[in-house]
């Protein structure tokens, strides 16, 4: 019998083909041999996380309160910001004071432990391996424990040894749920989602790893022809991967072709919104400048740069155009932004429009208005008003 592909820290994966995220090709007989999904039902995905064993409604209100996580979409969307590093496992004899360390144990008795301070509470539970090695496991203001680590509870602990016992950091419970596999919290890249104070990161892991079954009903954006030439992965292995990936190269191939994905949309929809723009709204086809704005330029106490030459050929370019202007001007401070923006408020002055300078703060309106002021000087035909929240109607 063919054993299951598994990730380093023994849970279930189905392969992906090779060539993830890589510069390998896939077989092509394997591809056309492999079973067929069935078609990706998207509306799916809009379920409550309340459908996730674990999720009852108190934990989901705090999953959408804190985290904006509503439904399983949102889930799948919530990626890791980090992974611990791969773990194996090894016996207690072996364990060196200070060095992290995964264990495998069995409980043998626990009990907790009385402090005097309030705020604080220690349960200890005496543990052991199969190698007859057995040391003191030690959780901190976790006393809801002393419920579920009964004797014979096998476990899978992570932390470090030190003088008074293994401190450990994270846990779980082998042989309880069937729904989650072994080392899902402790072995292998271990994934760390972004949390909150009412959602830990393990519970995070424990709903992500049941809705990556769900990640092949989303929708796959991108073109086939795209993916190929830039060797991303599909949306469905992307998301899988990047939540429970099996090693670093696959991590970030997965998160590579997500990044792209979003930058890819957010690129497009800008594009169509300028399309919409430059279809819908007519502007005023400007002429080429005039005697008045070539003759405040000659009277400036500075030559224009190459680079801001360059710029008013661009916006003269666009003025000229019936379809409105939308321009960024960057530049580094005192490289003469405001020269620029003046330039083209007095290309619309010289053929008898107005024209407004908008700043965020009144503050910035005045600077901006003085600044106005010394370099129009007295320029004939041009008047300049500042108006601000604290003006009057009249």
Do not use: C
Not at 70 to 92: G, K, M, T, W
């Amino acid at each position: 019998m063919e054993a299951a592909a598994q990730t380093p820290g023994g849970r279930p994966r189905t392969e992906l083909p090779r060539g993830f995220g890589s510069e390998a090709t896939p077989d092509r007989a394997a591809l056309l041999a492999a079973p067929l999904r069935s078609s990706p039902r998207p509306t799916i995905l809009e379920a409550p996380l309340t459908n996730l064993k674990g999720a009852g409604p108190k934990l989901s209100a705090a999953a959408a309160e804190g985290l904006g996580i509503e439904s399983l979409e949102d889930l799948l969307l919530h990626l890791p910001h980090s992974y611990r590093e791969p773990a194996e496992v090894v016996q207690i004899g072996r364990l060196k004071t200070g060095e992290p360390a995964t264990i495998e144990v069995e409980v043998r008795s626990a009990k907790l432990r009385p402090t005097r301070r309030r705020n604080l509470t220690i349960f200890e539970a005496v543990v052991a391996d199969g190698a007859g090695g057995s040391t003191t496991a030690i959780w901190f203001n976790q006393a809801w424990l002393a419920e579920r680590l009964t004797p014979g509870t096998r476990l899978l602990l992570q932390g470090s040894l030190d003088k008074r016992g293994f401190k450990v950091t994270a846990h779980e419970i082998l042989g309880g749920s069937g729904d989650l596999p072994a080392g899902i919290h402790t072995t292998g890249m271990v994934p760390v989602h972004p949390a909150s104070e009412g959602i830990r990161a393990q519970k995070l892991r424990e709903w992500a790893w049941q809705a990556q079954a769900y990640a092949r009903h989303a929708i796959e954006p991108l073109p086939s022809r795209m993916r190929v030439t830039k060797r991303l992965p599909g949306v469905a292995d992307a998301i899988a991967e990047a939540h429970f990936p099996s090693d670093e190269q696959r991590a970030l191939a997965a998160r590579t072709r997500l990044a792209f994905e979003e930058l890819l949309l957010y690129q497009v929809a800008l594009a169509q919104r300028r399309a919409n723009r430059q279809r819908g709204s007519r502007a005023v086809a400007l002429p080429s400048p005039g005697e008045q704005v070539g003759s405040w330029i000659g009277s400036l106490p500075f030559e224009l740069t190459g680079d801001q030459a360059a710029a008013i050929g661009e916006i003269d370019a666009d003025l000229g155009q019936t379809a409105p202007m939308q321009r960024l001007l960057m530049g580094e401070v005192g490289s003469g932004k405001t020269v620029l923006a003046l330039y083209a408020m007095l290309r619309a002055v010289e053929v008898g429009q107005q024209a407004a300078l908008m700043a965020p703060t009144e503050t910035l309106a005045e600077q901006h208005f003085r600044t106005l002021q010394l370099l129009l000087g007295a320029e004939p035909g041009v008047t300049a008003a500042l108006l601000t929240g604290s003006t009057p109607a009249a």
